[in-house]
C-alpha cells in the first residue's frame, strides 16, 4: 500500500463520528424485498458483461412486475417476512358520513355477528400523540418559509379543522364533529380472515346502521390552509417589482400598492384588449394499480416497528410514525423502525403525504404484539385516497393590438378537503404556472388552497400545473379567435426565453426551445393540413376539430436535497442505492444505466427508497451561525418527495457525480497500481466491452474482476455516497481522495472502505453554492411540451373521440428513450381521461359515500386513446418529437414526467372550440356537457 494511500486511511478515519437522527435514538432501516431492484433476463440470469453500458435492454422491475412477482406491498403477506411472530391480524377502519353533524360513536347492536368479535377502538381511547401525531411537512423550501412566517402569531391549536395547525385527528372523538368526509370514526382489529372478510362483506354500504350521529353543528365557513400564494410583478415605465426582488418582509404589503398601479397602467390603454375568463375542474383519483395496503409488526421484546409500504414519502412516512410514539404519553417507546418498502404502482402524488402509513402504525399498537395488515379495497381506496385538487380558475389576460401580453390575471382556488398535506405547495406551483409559456411585464396572481368536507387533495401529476396552463392556454385561443388571429402566431409572440423573468420575476437560466418547437408543431401535418382533414371528415359525417396548446412544467422545488451510494463487490459488480422512489417512471432503470459511461458497467442492483442514506453522509441542516456553505457540516435540504419528474436532472446528477467520485477516487487509483503509471489521469482512459483500457495503447486491459481485485487488495474504497443540492445551480466542492484531490457538483461526499458497514466522511474544502435568496425565483428548471390534438365529435350523442395527438418535447438527454416515450404515452392517456371522463362529485354524492368503483368512475380505456405510433391521416396515432440534444443542456436530462399531460386537456377543449365554436371550460367534458353547449 502506498505512503498516500495510508495517510488518507488514517486522516479520513479521524473524521469520522456518531450522528444521532433527528428522532433522537431511534434507529431507521429501509429494506427492499429481495431481488426487487436487481436486473435479470427472460431466463433468470443477471445480464452484466453483456450489457452495453448505458444502454437500457429492459426495465430492471419489468420481469418480475409482467411475470405477477411480488413488488408491491399488496402482494407481501405476513409468511414472507421470515422473522415476524404472532398471530395475523387484520385491522378495518370506519369512516365519517358527515360533517355537519356530532359523531355519538357505534352503535354495536347493529354491527354484523364477525364484526362484533372484534376489538372496536374509537377516538378517546388513543393517546393525545396517537390521536393527533406531530407531522411536520417539509417539502419546498420558499414555501415552508412562509409556512412558519405565517404561523408564528397564530394559536397553537389542535385539530386539522384549524389550518394553521398541521396536526389532525386520525380517528374521530365521539362528542366531536368530523372534520371531513371519510375521516376515520372506529377501528376495528379481528384475529381471524374469514371473520374479517365475513365482516366487510356484510358491512359494505351499511354504514348508517352502526353509525351514530347526534345534533346538528353550526355551519362551518371555508378556512384557507396557509400560507397563500401571491405573485405580482410590474415593470412598466422604469419601475420594477417582482416577489423574487422583493424584501421579503414587506412584500406582502406594497404588493397591494403595485396592483393599483397595474390597474392604472391598464386603464391607460384604452386600446388593449382585455379579455375574463373563468374554468374549474372536478377532482380526480390517481387510480393507482394497486390500492394502498401494508403491513406492520410491533416486536415488543425489540422495541421495534416493522412495516412493509408502498410509499412515495419513506422519509416522511418515518418522521411522522416517530412522532406518534416518541412523546411522552406515547402506549409505548420505539428504538428503531425498520420499513420495508415495495414500489408503489403509479398514482404519480396519490401516495406523496398519504394518511395510510400513519393509520397502519396506529393499528398496529392494538395487536398486542402480533402482526396486522392494513389493505384498502378499491371502493376505500376512491373513498379516502388523496384526489388532484377541484379548482375554480377566473382571471383577465391584456393583450396589445400588436398581440403582445402586458398582464396575467388569475384567481385560483384549490378544494384542499380534510387535510392540509401539500395543498398550499399545489397552489403555489400553480400560480407559477399560471404565466404559462409567455413573458408578461405585469402579473396579478392569487392562489390558495381551502378547507372543507371533502376528500383530501394531494401533488398528483402536475402537481397544480394542469390547472393553471389549462386556464390560460384557453383564454389565448379564445382571444385568437375573437381576434381573428391565428393562435400559433400568438403565442409565438410571447413566448419565454432565457433571459427573460416569469411572473414571480425569477430569471429563466435555462434554454427552452419554445420558438422551435412551435416551428415544428405549425409544420406537422396535423396543423398545417387541418382545414383538409376537416373536409375529409366532413365527407365522412363526421365534426372534425384540431387544437393547439403549451406548457412550460416546473420541475423540482425551491431547494433540492438528494443523496445516493454506489457500491462494488469483489467481482466488480456494481449497486446503486437511492433515497428516490421509482412510482411506475423507470427510476430504478435510468439510474441503474447511467453510470455505465462513468464506470464501465450497468448497475446489477437498484435499491430505491433508502431514507438511512442521509444520516450516512453526517451532514446537517442546522446553520445556527449562518455561515452556510462555509460551514462544512451544512447543506439546505438532506432530502425531498420523489416526485416523478426529479429523476432526469436531480437524481441522475447525484448518481453520476458520485460515479465520477468512485472512479476517481478508487478505481483510477488501482488501474496505476496495476498498470505500474502512478501519474495515469482518467482522460487517458476508456472504458470497452466492460475493461479499463489505454486509449493510445501500450498495456493489456483491465477487466472489471481484475480491478475490483485490486481495490480490494489495496484497501481502496469499495464504494462511495455523495449527497447533492440544487437551487438554480448545483452546490460544489473539492474532495481529497486516495487518487488525489477531485471536484465534485456534490456537497457531500463519504467512502466505504473494504470491511466497513459505514461509510467514512470526506470534508468538503473550498465549497460554493446556491445563494439563499435565490429560492424566491420558486422554480429553476423547466420541461416544454407543445401538444397538438385532433378530434372528432357527434352532435347526436355529444360524444368526443381523440383521433390524433402531437407532442412536441425539450427533454435534454435522454437516458432511456424507451421509457421517455411510456412516459409521454402514459400522459396523453392520464390527460384524456382528466380531460373527458374523470368525474369525482364532491361531498356524499361522490366517492366519500363509499359505494364508488370503477363502474362509476370512468377512465380512459383503449379505444378511448390513439394507439399507432406515427401520425397518418387515416389512422389513429400519437406521434412524440423529441428535440435533438444540445450543448446547452451540458448533457442533463429534464423531467418530464408531467410535461406531455400539462398541455393535453387544453389542447383537447381548443379542437372542441374548432370544431363546434363552444368553448367548454368544465372539466370533464362530458357528453351531457357537450350536448349543453350545442343546444345554448
Known amino acids: 500500500m502506498s505512503t498516500k494511500l495510508k495517510h488518507f486511511q488514517t486522516a479520513i478515519l479521524s473524521r469520522?463520528?456518531?450522528?444521532?437522527?433527528?428522532?433522537?435514538?431511534?434507529?431507521?432501516?429501509?429494506?427492499?424485498?429481495?431481488?426487487?431492484?436487481?436486473?435479470?433476463?427472460?431466463?433468470?440470469?443477471?445480464?452484466?458483461?453483456?450489457?452495453?453500458?448505458?444502454?437500457?435492454?429492459?426495465r430492471i422491475d419489468g420481469l418480475k412486475k409482467v411475470t405477477g412477482q411480488k413488488v408491491f406491498a399488496r402482494d407481501h403477506t405476513f409468511k414472507d417476512m421470515k422473522d415476524w411472530k404472532g398471530k395475523p391480524h387484520y385491522a378495518m377502519y370506519l369512516r365519517a358520513l358527515t360533517t355537519e353533524k356530532v359523531f355519538k360513536g357505534i352503535d354495536r347492536r347493529y354491527l354484523p355477528p364477525a364484526a362484533k368479535k372484534a376489538r372496536i377502538i374509537l377516538g378517546n381511547e388513543l393517546n393525545a400523540s396517537q390521536r393527533s401525531p406531530q407531522i411536520a411537512i417539509r417539502r419546498d423550501l420558499l414555501v415552508d418559509e412562509r409556512i412558519e412566517e405565517e404561523a408564528k402569531d397564530q394559536p397553537k391549536t389542535r385539530g386539522f379543522d384549524r389550518p394553521y395547525a398541521v396536526v389532525f385527528d386520525l380517528i374521530v372523538q365521539p362528542g366531536n364533529v368530523p372534520d371531513f368526509l371519510g375521516q376515520a370514526v372506529a377501528l376495528l382489529i379481528f384475529d381471524d380472515l374469514a371473520e374479517y372478510r365475513e365482516a366487510s362483506r356484510a358491512m359494505a354500504f351499511q354504514d348508517d346502521d352502526f353509525q351514530k350521529y347526534g345534533d346538528a353543528a353550526p355551519p362551518k365557513d371555508p378556512v384557507v390552509f396557509n400560507p397563500k400564494t401571491t405573485y405580482v410583478k410590474y415593470d412598466h415605465g422604469g419601475v420594477s417589482f417582482d416577489y423574487a426582488n422583493a424584501n421579503p418582509y414587506s412584500y406582502p404589503l406594497e404588493a397591494d400598492s403595485y396592483k393599483a398601479l397595474i390597474a392604472d397602467a391598464l386603464d391607460a390603454r384604452p386600446d388593449l384588449l382585455r379579455h375574463d375568463f373563468a374554468c374549474d375542474m372536478r377532482a380526480m383519483d390517481p387510480m393507482f394499480m394497486e390500492p394502498e395496503s401494508g403491513l406492520a409488526w410491533h416486536d415488543v421484546e425489540n422495541k421495534t416497528l416493522n412495516l412493509v409500504l408502498g410509499t412515495q414519502s419513506p422519509d416522511g412516512d418515518f418522521s411522522d410514525i416517530v412522532s406518534m410514539y416518541r412523546s411522552s404519553d406515547a402506549p409505548f417507546k420505539l428504538d428503531a423502525v425498520v420499513l420495508t418498502t415495495c414500489y408503489p404502482g403509479g398514482g404519480f402524488g396519490g401516495r406523496d403525504g398519504s394518511p395510510f402509513s400513519l393509520m397502519l402504525a396506529l393499528a398496529s399498537a392494538f395487536t398486542d404484539g402480533n402482526p396486522v395488515q392494513l389493505m384498502y379495497d378499491r371502493y376505500e381506496q376512491f373513498r379516502v385516497g388523496l384526489k388532484r385538487h377541484a379548482t375554480d380558475l377566473t382571471g383577465q389576460v391584456a393583450i396589445a393590438p400588436d398581440m403582445k401580453l402586458q398582464n396575467i390575471e388569475m384567481n385560483m382556488r384549490f378544494d384542499g378537503g380534510g387535510r392540509k398535506n401539500l395543498s398550499p405547495y399545489v397552489a403555489s406551483l400553480a400560480a407559477l404556472c399560471a404565466g404559462g409559456s409567455y413573458k408578461t411585464p405585469m402579473a396579478n396572481i392569487y392562489a390558495e388552497a381551502v378547507h372543507s368536507e371533502n376528500i383530501s387533495g394531494g401533488s398528483q401529476r402536475g402537481f397544480g400545473g394542469p390547472q393553471a396552463f389549462f386556464a390560460i392556454e384557453t383564454a389565448l385561443d379564445d382571444v385568437a379567435a375573437g381576434q381573428g388571429w391565428d393562435p400559433v402566431a400568438l403565442r409565438r409572440a410571447n413566448l419565454i426565453g432565457e433571459g427573460d423573468t416569469t411572473v414571480t420575476g425569477g430569471p429563466v437560466q435555462q434554454e427552452l426551445r419554445l420558438r422551435e418547437m412551435l416551428d415544428r408543431a405549425e409544420a406537422h401535418p396535423m396543423w398545417a393540413d387541418r382545414e383538409a382533414l376537416r373536409d375529409e371528415y366532413a365527407a365522412r359525417g363526421l365534426t372534425y376539430g384540431t387544437g393547439l396548446a403549451m406548457s412550460l412544467q416546473a420541475y423540482g422545488t425551491s431547494g433540492d436535497g438528494m443523496v445516493a451510494a454506489i457500491t462494488m463487490d469483489e467481482t466488480g459488480k456494481l449497486t446503486v442505492k437511492s433515497d428516490a422512489v421509482d412510482m411506475g417512471n423507470g427510476s430504478a432503470t435510468t439510474l441503474g444505466v447511467v453510470i455505465g459511461p462513468i464506470l464501465g458497467a450497468n448497475a446489477v442492483d437498484v435499491?430505491?427508497?433508502?431514507?438511512?442514506?442521509?444520516?450516512?453522509?453526517?451532514?446537517?441542516?442546522?446553520?445556527?451561525?449562518?455561515?452556510?456553505?462555509?460551514?462544512?457540516?451544512?447543506?439546505?435540504?438532506?432530502?425531498?418527495?420523489?416526485?416523478?419528474?426529479?429523476?432526469?436532472?436531480?437524481?441522475?446528477?447525484?448518481?453520476?457525480?458520485?460515479?465520477?467520485?468512485?472512479?476517481?477516487?478508487?478505481?483510477?487509483?488501482?488501474?496505476?497500481?496495476?498498470?505500474?503509471?502512478?501519474?495515469?489521469?482518467?482522460?487517458?482512459?476508456?472504458?470497452?466491452?466492460?475493461?479499463?483500457?489505454?486509449?493510445?495503447?501500450?498495456?493489456?486491459?483491465?477487466?472489471?474482476?481484475?480491478?475490483?481485485?485490486?481495490?480490494?487488495?489495496?484497501?481502496?474504497?469499495?464504494?462511495?455516497?455523495?449527497?447533492?443540492?440544487?437551487?438554480?445551480?448545483?452546490?460544489?466542492?473539492?474532495?481529497?481522495?486516495?487518487?488525489?484531490?477531485?471536484?465534485?457538483?456534490?456537497?457531500?461526499?463519504?467512502?466505504?472502505?473494504?470491511?466497513?458497514?459505514?461509510?467514512?466522511?470526506?470534508?468538503?474544502?473550498?465549497?460554493?453554492?446556491?445563494?439563499?435568496?435565490?429560492?424566491?425565483?420558486?422554480?429553476?428548471?423547466?420541461?416544454?411540451?407543445?401538444?397538438?390534438?385532433?378530434?372528432?365529435?357527434d352532435r347526436g350523442t355529444g360524444a368526443v373521440q381523440v383521433e390524433n395527438v402531437l407532442s412536441v418535447l425539450n427533454a435534454g438527454r435522454v437516458h432511456v428513450p424507451a421509457l421517455v416515450s411510456g412516459q409521454s404515452q402514459g400522459g396523453v392517456a392520464m390527460a384524456i381521461s382528466y380531460a373527458l371522463h374523470e368525474d369525482l362529485p364532491p361531498g356524499m354524492a361522490g366517492p366519500a359515500n363509499g359505494t364508488w368503483n370503477l363502474d362509476r368512475y370512468h377512465v380512459a380505456r383503449a379505444a378511448d386513446v390513439p394507439l399507432n405510433t406515427g401520425f397518418r391521416p387515416d389512422a389513429r396515432s400519437q406521434e412524440l418529437i423529441i428535440l435533438d440534444e444540445t450543448p446547452a443542456d451540458k448533457g442533463a436530462g429534464r423531467g418530464i414526467a408531467e410535461a406531455v399531460m400539462c398541455s393535453v386537456a387544453p389542447a383537447i377543449s381548443n379542437a372542441l372550440h374548432d370544431a363546434v365554436g363552444v368553448r367548454y371550460s368544465s372539466l370533464p367534458i362530458t357528453p351531457e356537457k357537450i350536448l349543453k353547449g350545442l343546444r345554448a
Open 607 to 793: 435499491e430505491m427508497g433508502d431514507y438511512t442514506l442521509f444520516a450516512d453522509t453526517e451532514l446537517t441542516t442546522r446553520d445556527k451561525l449562518g455561515t452556510r456553505w462555509d460551514n462544512p457540516d451544512w447543506t439546505s435540504k438532506g432530502v425531498g418527495s420523489s416526485s416523478a419528474c426529479l429523476t432526469g436532472l436531480h437524481q441522475v446528477h447525484v448518481v453520476q457525480q458520485t460515479a465520477l467520485a468512485l472512479l476517481e477516487g478508487s478505481i483510477m487509483p488501482a488501474a496505476r497500481i496495476l498498470w505500474g503509471m502512478p501519474d495515469l489521469q482518467s482522460s487517458a482512459t476508456a472504458w470497452v466491452d466492460g475493461a479499463l483500457v489505454l486509449r493510445d495503447g501500450g498495456a493489456d486491459p483491465l477487466p472489471q474482476d481484475v480491478l475490483a481485485g485490486a481495490v480490494f487488495e489495496n484497501g481502496l474504497p469499495r464504494g462511495t455516497l455523495g449527497h447533492a443540492y440544487f437551487q438554480a445551480i448545483w452546490a460544489e466542492a473539492d474532495y481529497d481522495t486516495p487518487g488525489g484531490q477531485i471536484h465534485l457538483a456534490l456537497d457531500g461526499l463519504s467512502f466505504y472502505m473494504p470491511g466497513a458497514d459505514k461509510p467514512t466522511r470526506v470534508v468538503r474544502q473550498n465549497a460554493f453554492g446556491p445563494a439563499a435568496w435565490t429560492r424566491r425565483f420558486a422554480r429553476y428548471v423547466w420541461a416544454p411540451c407543445v401538444n397538438v390534438v385532433g378530434l372528432t365529435v
Open 16 to 58: 469520522r463520528r456518531f450522528l444521532e437522527t433527528a428522532s433522537g435514538a431511534v434507529a431507521l432501516t429501509v429494506l427492499s424485498p429481495s431481488g426487487m431492484g436487481q436486473a435479470q433476463t427472460a431466463d433468470g440470469t443477471v445480464p452484466f458483461t453483456t450489457e452495453t453500458p448505458g444502454v437500457a435492454t429492459q
